[in-house]
């Protein structure tokens, strides 16, 4: 009876300790990977594990989708950059520099261990995309009340920490409910859309600009005072009252009222929020279509 074929190969033992520390390499890599959902974070953690294996010297991820431009280290002369992609679906473009030309080898060595990479950094994409959902208001593409309630506290504390000044304005669409009753909701949709891209061009872009509720939207101005929110608040008004918004043979003009409200020692949410909402409605009482300090 003739004996069945040895169905492992023989390798001698370097090869064999060569591919068992490479496996071992991928998966010291791949279980690193999976303790993070942020994508700079994980690049930080890719380079980290590569770094004994293929020395670089810089490393930039850059991510068009998430608006993400990320660099560390000082860039050399030689580099190698890869887009990286899974079933279509960009994932962002790596390059790696040093001073030394990378051989043939070590580029093999990195597309391997690139692999280790893709979909930790496709889970990244889904989460933050999910997490860009929850906190979009999906009519004017600003940040939703979610968001604001998340990002004001965190302001709140960071502002205070580091002493610097935090302003808001809340923006009430003048007389909107008649934008709606004249022209119908799909006009009234458009017009919240269109004063959400006013104002967002309006501020920097640093500012945050929420949909508070309804017709309402709030402005957050990090390390800005009273006088300089004022100013800001100003220009949006002005900004908001020169637009005309076309809906089909008609033109409509839209004004907005503002109300300003700046950190005092002891200000929470509420109370900061507070302030500026009360300045808002004296504005409306004023006449609408102006400015009021809280
Ligand atoms: N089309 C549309 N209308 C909305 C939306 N959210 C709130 N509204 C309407 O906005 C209107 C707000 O009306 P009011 O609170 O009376 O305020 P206003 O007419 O702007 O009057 P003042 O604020 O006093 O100047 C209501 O008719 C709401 O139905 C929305 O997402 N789309």
Redesign the pocket.
Known sequence: MREKAAELAIVSNKSFEASTAVNLHHFDISSALQTSLEFIELITIFCNKIQATIPHNSAEYVNGEFDLNFSRGVIGRHSCSYALKVEDQQLGELKLTRSQRFSKDELRMLESLLCCLIYPLKNATLFQKALQMAYTDP?TKTHNRTAFNDTLMREIIRANRCGQNLSLIFV???????I?DQYG?HC??MA?ASVASWIKDSVRASDVVFRF???EFVILLADTNLESADTIAERVRSDIESHTLAYGMDVLNITA?LGVSTLKDNDDTESLIKRADTAMYQA?QRG?NRVCLG
Do not use: A, I, P, Q
């Open positions: 009519l009430d669409v003048d007389h909107f409910k008649s709606n909701h009234g949709d919240l509720g309804g017709e009222s409306k609408r």
